[in-house]
């Protein structure tokens, strides 16, 4: 299917199912899963089958066992993830800890180690095109006090919206429609991006709310802008949830925000994170 023929009966029986099949109800997307070394069928079937619809899906182990990260990598290879992206605070499988550290500041540009608020984003919308980040899981040790709360919303859905208010969505197909400036500290080149892509045929957004270290090509300024009021403002389609202990959540990239939050003297948020340039199928 052609989603681009937004016209087409076959897109409006996506478009409809998309909107229509959407709920806001963790119990609906939350799969336990008994070992994450042997998952059963009927778990990995219920993956399946969340994923495959909403492009999300949280997980609960009711087994935990002791080594966290050959846990978490376990639970990444049933949902099929790989090709994992290396950063300089990732290990050699790509697996990162994500928590508040005061004296990574020059690192906060880039990588939620702060306790701050964290605006609407897909994940690697500062990568290359050919570089994409496809999926990303998050897996929570010690969720914080207070705060820490995750928003969700399905890029797919932002795409039917806009084409339901808009119907000029090859705008933000454009090849430039951003460009991140080159960073020398770190050695990274400019990258331009489009907002919407097909990457594999499937639908990839790159998106970011932040101002900073991004600059929109003036020619879809009020397509940009129109974008990010329907993000923030179709609260009917965002999906709230603190992930707990011993809680996960995988995505194919959709857009997402977090709260701030405040960690007390005896107890750091702490999760880990795996982005993949492969897209979670099962």
């Given at each position: 299917?052609?989603?681009?023929?937004?016209?087409?009966?076959?897109?409006?029986?996506?478009?409809?199912?998309?909107?229509?099949?959407?709920?806001?109800?963790?119990?609906?997307?939350?799969?336990?899963?008994?070992?994450?070394?042997?998952?059963?069928?009927?778990?990995?079937?219920?993956?399946?089958?969340?994923?495959?619809?909403?492009?999300?899906?949280?997980?609960?182990?009711?087994?935990?066992?002791?080594?966290?990260?050959?846990?978490?990598?376990?639970?990444?290879?049933?949902?099929?993830?790989?090709?994992?992206?290396?950063?300089?605070?990732?290990?050699?499988?790509?697996?990162?800890?994500?928590?508040?550290?005061?004296?990574?500041?020059?690192?906060?540009?880039?990588?939620?180690?702060?306790?701050?608020?964290?605006?609407?984003?897909?994940?690697?919308?500062?990568?290359?095109?050919?570089?994409?980040?496809?999926?990303?899981?998050?897996?929570?040790?010690?969720?914080?006090?207070?705060?820490?709360?995750?928003?969700?919303?399905?890029?797919?859905?932002?795409?039917?919206?806009?084409?339901?208010?808009?119907?000029?969505?090859?705008?933000?197909?454009?090849?430039?429609?951003?460009?991140?400036?080159?960073?020398?500290?770190?050695?990274?080149p400019e990258v331009k991006n489009p907002?919407?892509?097909?990457?594999?045929?499937?639908?990839?957004?790159?998106?970011?709310?932040?101002?900073?270290?991004?600059?929109?090509?003036?020619?879809?300024?009020?397509?940009?802008?129109?974008?990010?009021?329907?993000?923030?403002?179709?609260?009917?389609?965002?999906?709230?949830?603190?992930?707990?202990?011993?809680?996960?959540?995988?995505?194919?990239?959709?857009?997402?925000?977090?709260?701030?939050?405040?960690?007390?003297?005896?107890?750091?948020?702490?999760?880990?994170?795996?982005?993949?340039?492969?897209?979670?199928?099962?």
């Amino acid at each position: 299917m052609n989603i681009l023929v937004n016209l087409s009966d076959n897109y409006k029986r996506w478009a409809d199912g998309k909107l229509e099949g959407f709920t806001d109800k963790i119990d609906d997307l939350l799969v336990e899963i008994n070992n994450p070394l042997s998952i059963s069928t009927a778990e990995k079937s219920q993956i399946n089958q969340i994923i495959k619809s909403k492009n999300v899906v949280f997980f609960d182990v009711n087994k935990p066992i002791p080594d966290k990260k050959k846990q978490i990598k376990a639970y990444a290879s049933i949902f099929g993830m790989g090709d994992y992206e290396l950063d300089s605070k990732s290990d050699t499988d790509g697996l990162t800890e994500i928590k508040h550290n005061k004296k990574t500041q020059q690192d906060i540009e880039y990588i939620p180690y702060s306790d701050k608020q964290l605006n609407w984003h897909t994940d690697g919308y500062y990568n290359s095109q050919s570089n994409s980040i496809l999926s990303w899981l998050l897996y929570c040790v010690c969720p914080s006090d207070d705060g820490g709360i995750n928003k969700y919303m399905d890029h797919e859905i932002a795409y039917i919206l806009y084409n339901k208010n808009y119907q000029n969505i090859t705008k933000l197909m454009i090849p430039d429609s951003y460009i991140i400036p080159e960073n020398k500290s770190n050695g990274r080149p400019e990258v331009k991006n489009p907002v919407f892509s097909f990457v594999n045929n499937r639908l990839n957004m790159k998106f970011s709310m932040r101002e900073k270290n991004i600059i929109w090509n003036e020619k879809i300024t009020e397509e940009i802008n129109n974008l990010k009021n329907i993000i923030e403002s179709s609260h009917d389609y965002h999906l709230t949830y603190k992930l707990q202990a011993g809680q996960g959540v995988v995505t194919n990239n959709v857009i997402h925000m977090r709260t701030a939050f405040t960690n007390s003297k005896n107890k750091n948020r702490l999760l880990y994170r795996l982005r993949s340039k492969i897209r979670v199928s099962c």
